[in-house]
């Protein structure tokens, strides 16, 4: 029996379900923005990204179903006042709307990391947890997150709760009782603040600062956000960036399977192993990351580098180093060396943002895009840049020419003239 075409039908109606979940806005939306909870895409028909993104927001959609989270999509081409409303300036624009409340999303655009975000603001700032096991779930579908314990009340925990309605759109916060915390972690003191991540406790200690607890508390939070050794993406880079760290950045190639080759995996591997050996030291001043798509280190440093490479990135004047070894020769002993070298600033300095390297920054980013092009359709690069030059070439040859032209027209009269004297 030939079970093709029922098999098809069942694919056509599963797709068919998936994409009924996403809600089709229009400018009727105003009305009732504030009823509920909303995860909406704006988007343009003619926007490739928009059609990139438009199968993972059907998935979204489908996992969001048993939620109090509904999920639509605007097109800005037809309801240009939601656009406006909005303040819609890209496309997609992801945003989650709760009340009078609105969180942009900036994240990479992958169906698990706009899930975590439409699950962390979709809540309170602070969940509470009651039962020991649910600490036990967490760390198991969560690798990061954070957990107030003791009474919540006092300079501490107020300090937390403000703090975690900042951050609520870039990661998880909790409050738990001194009980079920000492069922997981040792407690020298309450209340006490401590981060899940990288299968470890790491505990905040409070630093006496002038701009008070809440600073102290946020500086905290905003540099132990992320875990010990991120992938680091166009997505998360700039978060990334707001830690206020040196990024210090393996640079391999993954291949379309998130393959990596085994001569960048070693490579890879031995940078981690210097923050895991060495974080007590490093760990205030560097975060540590590998990059998987080499385009991306590219664009930072303004050239092609040779794979693997290291870098490493001043987050707050978007300079960054090379270590004076070749990378392909480094050695961990190496690595340390060259960290070292970048706390006493005694590399040489690239990059930065100075208004010369902007520029040469959008010139190699544009030579770069150009050059991509070529390759993916290089039919389609040169009539999209070939067409504007040869009307540049016409019109700079009409204007020429045009003299040269109306000369020749005023000697061929001056001839017919002197030619009907002579008669």
Known sequence: ???????????????LTVASRVIELS???????????????????????????????????QALTNTNVRVGKVDCTRFTS????????????????KGDAEFTYNGDRTKDEIMKFALRVSGPPVQSIQRPESLDNLKGSQEHFFVYVGV????????????????????????????????????????????????????????????????????????????QFPKVTRGNLNQLMKTGKYLVLAVVEE??????????????????????????KYHRY?????????????????QKLPLPSLMVVNSSTN???????????????????????????????????????????????????????WRGNPVLTTVLFGLPFGFLCLICYSICCA???????EEEEEEELLHEKKE
């Open 1 to 15: 029996m030939n079970c093709t075409p029922a098999l098809f039908l069942l694919a056509c109606l599963l797709g």
């Open 27 to 61: 400018d009727r939306f105003l009305d009732i923005r504030r009823d509920g909870q909303w995860l909406i895409m704006f988007y343009a028909p003619w926007c490739a990204h928009c059609k990139r993104l438009e199968p993972i927001w059907a998935h979204v959609a």
């Open 82 to 97: 939601l656009a406006t409303e909005f303040k819609v300036n890209g496309f997609p624009t992801i945003m989650f709307l």
């Open 152 to 227: 919540q009340t006092g300079p501490l925990w107020e300090a937390y709760f403000d703090v975690a309605e900042k951050f609520q759109p870039h990661a998880f916060f909790y409050a738990t009782s001194p009980n079920i915390a000492k069922m997981h972690v040792k407690l020298e003191q309450i209340p006490a603040i401590f981060v899940y991540k990288d299968s470890n406790h790491f505990f905040y200690q409070e630093v006496q600062l002038s701009d008070g607890l809440n600073t102290s508390i946020a500086d905290w939070i905003n540099q132990e956000r992320f875990p």
């Open 255 to 280: 291949n379309k399977l998130e393959e990596v080759p085994a001569h960048m995996l070693e490579f890879r591997d031995m940078v981690e192993s210097v923050i895991v050996k060495y974080r007590a």
């Open 286 to 302: 560097f975060q540590f990351g590998w990059v998987a798509q080499p385009d991306l280190a590219n664009s930072i440093a303004m």
């Open 319 to 373: 300079h960054h180093h090379f270590p004076d070894d070749d990378p392909a020769q480094l050695t961990s002993e190496a690595i340390v060396i060259f960290l070292e070298q970048t706390l006493s600033q005694s590399l040489p300095i690239y990059g930065g943002n100075s208004w010369p390297v902007r520029v040469y920054r959008a010139y190699f980013e544009m030579i770069t895009a150009a050059s991509d092009m």
């Open 403 to 409: 003299d040269i032209l109306d000369a020749d027209e």
